[in-house]
């Protein structure tokens, strides 16, 4: 009965998948020419299925769960999201595909892939997949708070996207309440490292690092805008690596030394704190500034906070509140700061794509408020849904992992 029961445990998703193939018969169609130009597709489609998926192969025995999970995850997301976040905006009870959707549904990929980061090794299969889907819905309704709603710029998705993801698998996290173990005598540990999968996780690094600036400037809709979001995000994200270079060797329990966890990941953190801003006129030597606050703020994240927070059984295996989480808020709190210096004067004609609803009459206190307004509501919803779908997933029926299960492949995969 074990035998079949494990058979059949990913059966489920055939159901999820047939269910999907219905809607899109009903309910999509081709779309125009009009997004055939959109800028940043290929790039983000590069960072969602290499460059996230080889950061996670850290772990020594994790590798093919990391890349393969990662894929998975993300074909079906892609999938789901796009339906999720434009039955907020059907024609005639139709979607129309276009090139700017898939980029969107990319896009939204990464919230259940950051959130991936953080229960990396901690959860079954079967228990990531039922995660995904009810995170895909919530963060398509919570992307449409943001935009239709409080009518915020978030052009990089700091606050939609990278808090988001972040603060839900810490919220799930919580719920599944997984204090460190230590293996019985003799047996290694499979929670850390070795020196060939820090390696690949370095190829993951650079690809998200190279590609960040499309991501960030993706969604822009004039030139001047793209360009500006392009500069901002690179020139933070340079700020960023040298910053975590030299706070990592300042920090680092081997004084003068680098930790390769800082480097994989502190080294982007630029690109999260930037992006709420990164079509702002922020001016150049700004985001400098803004990248060396986000490399500091991440490389004390991994050597202080993480560790306090494994004393009360919450988890983050990749360490997504550093990179994602705590630069998201970081980036999110820069938007009110900024908004609140909107004029006319400096955006012209680009007022009314960025900030739409101070082309319709509101002014800059109050867009820096509901700036704010979504910051918190983002952050509510996803520890609270989070914890409340952690709950959940922890039955039987998810197949939950024993603590002896943890980080090793051999549990998902036919090892060589």
Request: negative net charge; contains cysteine.
């Amino acid at each position: 009965m074990v035998e079949i029961s494990e058979k059949f445990k990913y059966a489920p998703l055939i159901v999820f998948q047939v269910i999907l193939l219905i809607l899109y018969f009903i309910f999509t169609t081709y779309g125009g020419a009009d997004d055939v130009g959109v800028r940043g597709y290929e790039d983000t489609h590069v960072m969602i299925f290499i460059g996230f998926g080889f950061l996670m192969t850290f772990l020594k025995k994790y590798c093919y769960s990391a890349l393969g999970f990662n894929w998975l995850l993300a074909a079906m997301v892609i999938q789901w999201a796009l339906l999720c976040q434009n039955f907020f905006h059907m024609e005639d009870m139709q979607i129309r595909i276009t090139k700017k959707l898939l980029l969107e549904a990319d896009i939204m990929s990464a919230t259940v892939l950051i959130t991936f980061g953080a229960l990396l090794g901690l959860t079954s299969g079967p228990q990531l997949l039922f995660i995904a889907i009810i995170e895909t819905a919530l963060g398509c309704t919570n992307l449409y708070l943001c935009e239709a709603v409080f009518q915020v710029s978030d052009i990089g998705g700091s606050i939609a996207i990278h808090t988001f993801g972040a603060y839900f698998g810490l919220g799930v996290s919580a719920a599944l309440r997984m204090k460190k173990v230590d293996p019985p005598q003799g047996v290694q540990r499979l929670d850390g490292p070795s020196y060939v999968s820090d390696t690949t996780a370095m190829i993951g690094s650079i690809f998200l690092w190279i590609y960040w600036p499309s991501f960030n400037s993706a969604l822009s809709s004039s030139d001047a805008e793209y360009q500006r979001a392009v500069v901002n995000t690179y020139l933070s994200l340079a700020a960023a690596t040298v910053t975590a270079f030299i706070v990592s060797s300042i920090v680092n329990h081997e004084a003068g030394k680098f930790d390769m966890v800082h480097v994989q990941n502190s080294t982007l953190a630029g690109g999260v704190g930037v992006g709420a801003v990164a079509n702002f006129f922020i001016s150049p030597g700004a985001a400098i500034a803004i990248g060396i606050g986000a490399g500091v703020l991440s490389v004390c994240g991994y050597k202080y906070l993480t560790p306090a927070m494994e004393k009360f059984g919450i988890q983050d295996t990749c360490g997504v509140n550093n990179l994602h989480g705590m630069p998201g808020v970081y980036s999110g709190l820069l938007s009110v700061f900024f908004a609140f210096f909107i004029t006319s004067e400096t955006y012209g004609s680009e007022m009314e794509h960025i900030f739409e609803a101070m082309g319709e009459g509101r002014s800059a206190g109050v867009q820096a408020l509901f700036q704010l307004a979504a910051l918190i509501t983002t952050m509510v919803l996803a520890i609270g849904v989070g914890f409340g779908t952690g709950i959940i997933s922890k039955a039987p029926i998810f197949s939950p992992l024993k603590e002896t299960e943890r980080y090793d492949d051999k549990i998902n995969w036919e090892l060589p």
